[in-house]
């Protein structure tokens, strides 16, 4: 690649994994991220955002599966000064389950400051960053509100597991993920979307479908031995690596190990799981 095409490409604040997606995500582009439970999916979004930040972009994390305390927490904990990331908090609170409010209801409700303010917030107890129930349609109005408000450069959305296992039918969310993934792509945002890994029965989702790449992050025992791995399964329009490379979590964030190979016997239990890295 030329260097001018390099410089088109979003740094994910990651240098090994640039080097692995041949300079960074392209821009505007919506990508899925899917791994296993602390693989280190949420610490790679927070590489992602504070890049921009260094970049001087507006950058927005939603948070569905944890509370905003719980990311900044951990944002902290590597010592960035993680202050001007923008969170929209949609995280349901447990009697939300059951019970889904009018859209506009929860559009208005809305929860969203940085993680400086919100710390503010959170120290006078500020019912704000109480948050609605939550679906689908209902993130997406949410995500145009803000829009509405403010322009983005980079989006995180953390994670749409419990969205999926709030139990929409599979029409609806095929709908419905359609729709999200048009209205990103309208914006031009460039976008990180946290998945689950799938089943081996699981039909094929139609949010893999439509990113325009795949990363995956995985974390496994192999000999009571803990390893993290990190590969490119899809990069449309890009040429990456397609080795499996092994990752390092410390307090400074993930280091991706783009020249370095796993143990063989980690790679064939990798090659066994599904789907194949
Ligand atoms: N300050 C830190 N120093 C070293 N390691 C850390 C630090 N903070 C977190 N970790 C490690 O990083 C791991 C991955 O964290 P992260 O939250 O990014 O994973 P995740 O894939 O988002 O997990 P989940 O599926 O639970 O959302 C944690 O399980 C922990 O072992
Ligand atoms: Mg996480």
Redesign the pocket.
């Known amino acids: 690649m030329t260097s001018a095409g390099k410089r088109r490409r979003a740094s994910t604040g990651i240098e090994g994994l640039d080097k692995m997606l041949d300079g960074g995500l392209i821009p505007g582009r919506t990508y899925i991220l899917m791994?296993?439970?602390?693989?280190?999916?949420?610490?790679?979004c927070g590489h992602f955002l504070m890049e921009g930040i260094k970049r001087g972009e507006e950058v927005l994390y939603v948070t569905i599966?944890?509370p905003p305390s719980d990311i900044s927490t951990?944002f902290i904990?590597?010592g960035w000064d993680a202050g001007k990331i923008t969170i929209l908090n949609a995280h349901p609170r447990v009697r939300d389950y059951k019970a889904r409010g009018s859209l506009i209801e929860v559009a208005a409700q809305r929860s969203v400051s940085t993680i400086s303010e919100m710390s503010d917030k959170e120290k006078g107890n500020n019912q704000a960053l109480v948050s609605p129930d939550l679906s689908l349609p209902s993130l997406q109005l949410m995500l145009q509100k803000e829009f509405e408000s403010k322009a983005y450069d980079r989006l995180v959305i953390?994670?749409i597991l419990s969205l999926r296992m709030l139990g929409a039918e599979e029409v609806q969310w095929e709908i419905g993920i359609n729709s999200i993934f048009r209205l990103l792509a309208e914006e031009g945002l460039t976008t990180i979307i946290?998945s689950d890994i799938p089943k081996q029965y699981d039909n094929i989702r139609p949010e893999f479908i439509l990113s325009r790449g795949i990363i995956r992050?995985n974390r496994l025992v192999v000999a009571g031995k803990t390893y993290r791995a990190i590969s490119a399964q899809k990069m449309r329009g890009s040429g990456h690596d397609d080795q499996v490379r092994p990752v390092k979590?410390?307090?400074h964030g993930i280091t991706v190990e783009a020249s370095k190979v796993l143990p063989p016997e980690v790679v064939t239990q990798l090659a066994m799981s599904f789907p194949k890295p």
Do not use: E, N, P, R
Request: charged share 20%; aromatic share 4%; glycine share 18%.
């Open positions: 791994g296993d439970h602390g693989s280190g999916k949420s610490t790679l599966d944890a951990s904990g590597y953390d994670s946290v992050m979590i410390t307090s």
